[in-house]
């Protein structure tokens, strides 16, 4: 094989597509979508035809220079990584017998970036923090500094009243490690890069952000959150909504597959906080139904993942709509040069907020899910369990306090012994109930987040998370730190439909498999 040195830096942008003319046949032209996951094969009568599908293997027709009919055999679909600026492809292969063959080209691979690990993959934690930090680093050098200034609590960080009662009330008991650093100076106004794992409290945080810094009383768009995908605006929708209850906040999710109708009525009706799709946001600027003019927030999360899906574009034309003076948030699991270029574009003096994780462990821990059809029947699941397993001593997880007093009383209800403790009880209490708990008279705990981190019983062989947490580093504090309770032993969780997705990000987060419950459970304690 040799590199075709045919001259394709001067080639002229034609709407979101880079045309590129191929040097073996003059008659036929390619398109590369810039960061975009199809590439297409536009003939002389100007008819695109779609090729492939993201990362597989497939051939299609073409001509040589003498006319011969073959096929070209395109081998990586993900996307063209292009010259500086994205003005060109860079230079295809041609084969002996003078086909073209696509070039090979990464956008996100483990050997050159390290992202989430996919499936069955060995993933380093380790190797991941070092790769990015060093990454940052090295491409953020002179232009991002860093935020080392922490809260341990949310009392601390001087939010609005009603603000801490909304953060309270969704289940948050102490702020994550990427909380504890990353509202402040949200709040404060600054441009913030976040760089932590899906998963890690990311969508709190800049939620929380948001909601201090709105202008209650204007009930225009002040807030603009992109996402790439609707199932995340949808799920940032919900959270927003939920910590900005006591808040009034006014949220709408813009997402494809949805009535623009719809869209456009509620948007000219008045909202605080627009988040969505980069497709149908910039949709709703264009048709006037959204206006920027008073939208003094843009956040981008999962960046790197909307990069991967072809967003660049959009995302650029979005942000050439909104005003001058703009606070710009970039959340990302991975910093690549493609996110750390938007970054140069669209920000004034960043903080880089990088938050590496602990080395996690769950070994000696055998992890398990049982699907519920329906949240009220998680009580019925677990005295089934209960009755099942002769439970020497267990901890049971809930999210929030009124459901731990909810819990024991329908657990005492039905003759089973159980003890319950929760930040709303004063410290003396908590302590009397802790020892029973450490010295064997009370079996069973039903508690939440808050004394995840705390509790230490070498007994405890069985945890249940009858709610997932909603934070996945809050899984492992629950079930396995070393250290900590619940070292070895069972983890079992109870999954409905909306916590899948939490399952999968805890797997993710992890590099673990957690496999449904088998039917001789009671052998395994």
Not at 218 to 245: F, H, N, S, W, Y
């Amino acid at each position: 094989m040799r590199t075709s040195r045919a001259e394709i830096g001067n080639v002229p942008v034609r709407r979101r597509w880079e045309t590129l003319k191929l040097p073996v046949d003059k008659q036929t032209w390619t398109g590369v979508e810039p960061c975009g996951a199809r590439v297409q094969l536009c003939c002389n009568t100007g008819r695109r035809c779609p090729v492939g599908q993201p990362g597989l293997a497939c051939s299609i027709p073409t001509r040589d220079a003498k006319g011969r009919v073959g096929r070209v055999e395109w081998s990586l679909l993900l996307v063209a990584k292009l010259h500086r600026r994205y003005r060109c492809a860079p230079p295809p292969v041609v084969s002996e017998e003078n086909f073209l063959i696509a070039p090979e080209l990464s956008f996100y691979t483990s050997d050159s970036m390290a992202g989430l690990a996919p499936e069955g993959s060995q993933f380093d934690a380790r190797q991941y923090d070092q790769k990015m930090d060093q990454v940052l680093n090295q491409e953020g050098e002179g232009f991002i500094s860093t935020w080392e200034e922490s809260h341990e609590t949310f009392d601390a960080m001087g939010l609005h009243e009603n603000l801490l009662r909304g953060i309270y009330a969704y289940g948050f008991e102490k702020p994550s490690a990427i909380q504890q650093r990353g509202i402040v100076p949200f709040c404060k106004g600054l441009d913030v890069i976040q760089q932590a794992q899906s998963g890690t409290g990311k969508t709190a945080t800049f939620c929380s952000g948001i909601l201090q810094q709105l202008d209650y009383s204007l009930v225009e768009c002040q807030a603009l959150v992109l996402a790439p995908t609707r199932e995340l605006a949808q799920q940032i929708e919900k959270v927003m909504r939920a910590l900005g209850d006591y808040l009034s906040v006014k949220v709408h999710a813009c997402v494809g597959g949805t009535s623009v109708r719809e869209d456009q009525r509620i948007l000219q009706a008045g909202v605080h906080v627009v988040v969505g799709t980069p497709g149908r946001v910039y949709d709703m600027l264009r048709r006037h139904s959204l206006k920027p003019d008073s939208i003094k927030c843009f956040v981008l999360d999962e960046a790197d993942e909307m990069l991967s899906r072809g967003f660049k574009d959009q995302i650029y034309d979005i942000f050439q709509l909104l005003p001058q003076k703009l606070q710009v948030g970039v959340f990302s699991a991975t910093m690549p040069p493609e996110a750390l270029e938007i970054t140069r574009k669209f920000m004034n003096n960043p903080v880089k907020i990088l938050v590496k994780r602990d080395e996690l462990t769950l070994e000696g821990i055998k992890q398990f899910y049982v699907n519920v059809d329906r949240e009220e029947w998680k009580l019925d699941t677990l005295c089934d369990l209960y009755e099942t397993l002769a439970i020497t001593q267990s901890v049971i997880f809930i999210n929030t306090r009124r459901k731990v007093d909810w819990l024991t009383d329908k657990m005492r209800a039905r003759d089973h012994t159980v003890s319950a403790t929760h930040g709303d009880m004063d410290q003396n209490t908590r302590d009397i109930i802790m020892r029973e708990f450490r010295s064997g008279s009370s079996r069973v705990l039903i508690t939440t987040d808050l004394l995840a981190r705390g509790i230490d019983v070498q007994q405890v062989s069985l945890v249940i998370n009858y709610d997932l947490p909603t934070q996945p580093e809050n899984y492992l504090h629950r079930i396995g730190r070393s250290g900590r309770f619940g070292r070895k032993g069972v983890a079992i969780n109870f999954v409905v439909k909306e916590d899948e997705r939490m399952l999968q990000d805890i797997q993710r987060f992890y590099n673990t498999v957690i496999e449904e419950l088998p039917n001789n459970v009671a052998d395994l304690l």
